[in-house]
């Protein structure tokens, strides 16, 4: 059962954890304050704020990934927001 | 088994946060320290040889359901099951699941629900408690081998995936299940497997071409989503999962709907009557006196109704039922003086992984329970 090597963790504790670990700094947090999508109607063209999700690590950045607002979207074609509608409730701890 | 008050760490909030643990505490505290839970090996290899013949039988009974077309039963849209039968004779990759267990200690562990699709308080069990045994009795043990099994399964499914980027997303604002997804992807990240995160919002589907694309209108091949396949098939996007000319490889994948159901507690009864580890579960209540009634669909203990010698327990609200209920047989939580415990065995890959424990002040484990370590006495 025992673990028999320290455990690393190469994302979570920089992008979550507190600002304590000298090597690693804090930049990129989520961004909660974007609203939900409220149309998935093809032809969508609209400009949305684009912010990467990430850590500088003493080695260097690692990019989480990418978080909505404003990209611009130069195809006509992609819809968004069509996951992600059942709003109010969320996977939480317990199930 | 016992149950052991101490005194937490001093500043453990502080500790936790440090390593990624923001939602310890909500309107009452989640990750609870005040008490730990000590089992004997032998307590402990029986929850993993349980834990192991549950999946095994759990694999069956998919299938079962399956060959005999029993989706109705489930209340499964139709147009999803060919994307399911797919997904299973695909062998689709699959990384976890957990098995919620009634035990005490003396009797039989008894399978209570698995939660196949959407597992979370993976964190939980995986790193913080183990943290949390490491400053409190360092030379003890703890059934807890998730994160090396984690990491090591993501390397053997590697091959498995599309040459190309695995994503992780889940629903925005909730750090929860941010926590959670963020983890799994830094485990994959361990793994040699590329990855990003996008938001579950922000996927995009592609009119023209008829694939699901990033942010950057790039296709996803490859995708870990927290978020459960019954919201997904009744939202927009819903329907094109089947049409997705890419076949993308969604993580769980479909067949996992079969068993994050509760109608699939009457078909393991079925398919293994009086085994020592079930419940009798039937889709009717019939002459059962004790029991629980559980909506085939729901979450945070939410729509449960307990029902003793025929008069009510113990009911819980929510907006879960729709699809319809099975009637488990009641067996009570185990009582350490006000706290009722429900036993989290996790599978990773095909494999029992280690335990989280969460109790709560009565019989319905809510989103108010608590989640409290455990160690191994030698």
Known sequence: MKKSKAISLVLVTGLLGCNNHPQQTRLYLRTDTLENYTSTTPGYNGYYAFRPIGTYYWFGYVRQGYSSSEVHTSQTSISRGGFGESGGFHVSTSS | ?378
């Open chain 2, 1 to 378: 088994m016992e149950r052991i008050s101490i005194t937490p760490r001093n500043n453990w909030q502080h500790t936790v946060e440090a390593l990624g643990f923001g939602f310890h505490t909500a309107d009452v505290a989640y990750w609870d320290e005040s008490a730990y839970y000590t089992f004997s090996m032998q307590e402990i290899t029986k929850l993993e040889t349980v834990t192991a013949e549950l999946w095994d039988m759990c694999l069956q009974a998919v299938q079962y359901v399956i060959d005999h077309n029993l989706f109705d039963q489930f209340k499964i849209p139709q147009f999803i099951i060919p994307h399911i039968i797919e997904s299973w004779d695909n062998d689709a990759p699959a990384i976890y699941g957990r098995f919620d267990l009634c035990y005490d200690g003396v009797g039989e562990p008894k399978l209570l629900e698995f939660n196949a699709d959407t597992p979370t308080s993976l964190f939980e069990a995986a790193i913080v408690q183990w943290f949390w045994l490491k400053d409190f009795d360092e030379p003890k043990d703890q059934f807890n081998s998730l994160h090396e099994k984690l990491i090591a399964y993501w390397k053997y499914l590697k091959d498995y995936l599309y040459n190309d980027t695995l994503y992780f997303t889940c629903v925005k604002e909730v750090l929860e299940d941010f926590t959670t997804t963020a983890y799994l992807q830094d485990c994959a990240m361990q793994a040699d497997i590329t990855t990003e995160f996008i938001y579950i919002e922000d996927i995009g589907w592609d009119n023209d071409n008829h694939f699901f694309v990033d942010l950057n209108d790039q296709p996803i091949k490859n995708i870990f989503k927290l978020y459960p396949y019954e919201w997904m098939v009744n939202e927009s996007f819903g329907q094109n999962l089947i049409i997705d000319k890419l076949k993308a490889i969604w993580i769980e994948p479909s067949w996992k709907m079969i068993l994050s159901n509760k109608a699939i507690l009457p078909v393991l009864w079925q398919l293994f009557p009086y085994h020592k580890n079930l419940l009798p579960a039937y889709f009717t209540r019939g002459n059962l006196k004790d029991y629980v009634k559980k909506p085939l669909l729901s979450r945070e203990g939410a729509n449960i109704t307990i029902v003793e010698n025929e008069k009510l327990l113990a009911n819980s609200d929510g907006e879960y039922g729709e699809e319809g209920f099975i009637f488990q047989e009641l067996k009570k939580l185990p009582d350490f003086n006000g706290n009722f415990p429900v036993i989290g065995s996790w599978v990773v890959g095909q494999q029992p992984a280690g335990i989280g424990i969460r109790e709560s002040n009565g019989l319905i484990t809510d989103n108010l329970s608590r989640f409290v370590p455990h160690l191994i006495l030698p």
